[in-house]
């Protein structure tokens, strides 16, 4: 991934030119063609068709592309004519084959089969962000590390457990005192979801402004919660996507915690399932509604599912599966251009294998849907990942900020991907063994907000609402409200560290948009140039080889990465570590 550096003379002059950047697209969230796309196409699903995402060739009409789509057997149920694609249903077996041959057409990436329901089966995607039950287990007993906590001049009750907010200098003496954000810059949350009632977020929630663009699965994600199977936009049924916001815009509230851009707006634009995994379409979908409502910065703490790496042409794949996976690249790059163009930039996570990017080697887990009853893919097999023309998507799709994982320490967490290439900044996400001894703490993880609703689901509350296990903590609002938090972490919770300050830098930096009066604008250009400019420059270990000890349940086990590069640009840290008060106070 090429970088970006902007220097101060460089900042005077782009600033000088483009800072009035105005977008075109329509103030009006409802002039996207995808904002009901999910729910148009749940509704008339039949038995026994599969759904495909069919991409449209560069400038073929959506007239076009449907007469193609119908002649290759295949029935419309929704299309963006902005991005180029539509949501298809089709009974025909060779349906694909046919869209990968029409003229007009890239071709087709199947969304999901429909009818199948296997009873509860939930695919496990918490192994390293909420660490296994035996690791977790090694902790019973130990009290909440909330009784540690001191209560420091203005900052949150839960300040003293956020040392990934001191590590980037987002404390009140820091970057809040001079720049903690701004109402008029939005946040978009591509994620599972985000809890907006959550007290330690509902002040920054803009429900208005968000949208769920995901129908609930019965096979991967167990029975709906509404009769819909669409929940409602301030509902998140996993965890995941209420931590990301709350990482990235709780507020200075007086009630447990803040995020790196307390008074940011924040939006769920919804594409994940309650399971965690991630489609294609409602990605797409996201995507566009971001660029069309005048969103300024999306956290992309995922890949698109089915395929960790999406090949070109890999030689244990079917043509069809290959067919696929371009595609899904395709198509991703295109919705990602056309956000950029509207003033969004995305930021992404590097994922949690602790791979070289530059080296993958084999990939085991793909494709990861259908699951068997039990949550287990039914089709994945080895996969050797030829890194030219394979990718990780959006990691490593152009124009992304990709984000690696440190820990308390500094170091790089032993989970993060990294690589010379596709590494451009890094941020803390946490690393339960980044201890004197290696052994696991979940003050090396991140605290940020959790709903109320999952961890009763998990019980990890009892009848009373106390906390079960040292993960998670409460806090009491003063009206009486609960308030839970809970310890993660992956390069899902790096990233919206880097978003967070992607949004001060809006804040700081940007415009008044034309295209959405009462708002701000950023060129993307330069909110990443600032982003990566200001980072904190981090050198490689020394021996660049770098091992990792930790002492599991099992007893201890080391792992080794290698980095690469310089001492500002590396496979480690990218381009250095976010440093919120640098990005809001240099130029």
């Known amino acids: 991934m090429r970088k970006i550096v902007l220097s101060a003379a460089m900042s005077t002059a782009l600033l000088a030119t483009t800072l009035a950047v105005t977008q075109s697209a329509s103030a009006d969230p409802s002039s996207s063609s995808t904002t009901a796309s999910t729910h148009q196409g749940a509704a008339t699903a039949q038995e026994g068709t599969t759904r495909y995402v069919v991409l449209y060739d560069a400038g073929t009409s959506d007239v076009m592309a449907r007469a193609a789509i119908a002649q290759a057997g295949g029935t419309v149920l929704s299309s963006n004519a902005k991005v180029g694609y539509a949501l298809v249903e089709s009974s025909a077996a060779d349906f694909a084959v046919k869209a990968d041959a029409a003229a007009g057409l890239v ?69 809040y005192k001079v720049q903690p954000g701004s109402k008029k810059v939005t946040v978009g949350i591509i994620d599972t979801g985000v809890d907006g009632t959550h007290p330690d977020i509902a002040p920054n929630f803009d429900a208005a402004g968000s949208r769920n663009f995901v129908t609930d699965m019965p096979d991967i994600d167990g029975p709906c919660e509404v009769e819909s199977c669409v929940d409602p936009v301030d509902v998140d049924d996993n965890g995941h996507g209420t931590h990301v916001a709350s990482t990235i815009g709780s507020p200075v509230n007086g009630v447990g915690i803040a995020g790196v851009a307390p008074n940011v ?47 070109q042409a890999n030689p244990a794949d079917s043509p069809e599966e290959q067919a696929e996976q371009r595609v899904i690249v395709a198509a991703v790059q295109r919705a990602i251009d056309y956000a950029r163009s509207k003033g969004v930039l995305p930021i992404s996570a590097s994922g949690n294998e602790a791979t070289d990017l530059g080296a993958p080697g084999v990939d085991s887990s793909s494709p990861d849907y259908p699951v068997d009853a039990e949550g287990n893919p039914v089709e994945a097999r080895d996969r050797t990942i030829d890194n030219s023309t394979c990718l990780n998507v959006p990691a490593e799709s152009n124009g992304v900020v990709t984000v690696n994982s440190t820990g308390p320490s500094g170091r790089k967490a032993y989970y993060s991907n990294f690589g010379t290439e596709q590494s451009d900044v890094s941020a803390p996400g946490g690393d339960a063994y980044d201890t004197a001894n290696g052994r696991t703490s979940p003050a090396g993880m991140i605290l940020a907000a959790y709903p109320a609703n999952v961890a009763k689901a998990e019980g990890t509350i009892d009848e009373n609402g106390e906390p079960t296990t040292p993960f998670v903590v409460r806090e009491k609002t003063k009206d009486g409200q609960d308030a839970y938090y809970q310890y993660l972490q992956g390069t899902s919770m790096a990233a919206p560290h880097a978003a967070g300050v992607a949004a001060l830098i809006v804040s700081e930096y940007g415009k008044p948009d034309p295209a959405h009066p009462g708002t701000l604008t950023l060129d993307p250009t330069i909110t990443q140039a600032i982003l990566l400019g200001t980072a904190t420059d981090t050198p490689c270990p020394v021996p660049a080889e770098f091992t990792y000890r930790r002492v599991t349940a099992n007893g201890p086990v080391t792992s080794t990465a290698t980095c690469a590069g310089s001492a500002d640009d590396n496979g480690f840290y990218g381009e250095g570590i976010v440093n919120a008060l640098s990005a809001v106070t240099t130029f």
């Open 107 to 175: 071709g087709a990436a199947a969304d999901r089969s429909i009818g199948e329901s296997p009873a509860d089966a939930v695919s496990d995607t918490d192994a390293v962000e909420k660490l296994t039950d035996a690791e977790r287990a090694t902790l019973a007993g130990r009290a909440s590390l909330k009784s540690l906590a001191r209560k420091e001049k203005g900052a949150e009750p839960l300040a003293p457990l956020q040392w990934d907010m001191r590590a980037i200098g987002a404390t009140p003496e820091g970057s």
């Open 265 to 311: 707006n924040l939006v769920n634009l919804r594409a994940g399932q309650d399971s965690g995994y991630f489609f294609l379409q409602p990605t797409l979908d996201a995507l566009t509604f971001a660029g069309d409502s005048g969103v300024d910065v999306v956290n992309m703490s995922f890949y698109v599912d089915p395929w960790l790496y999406n090949c």
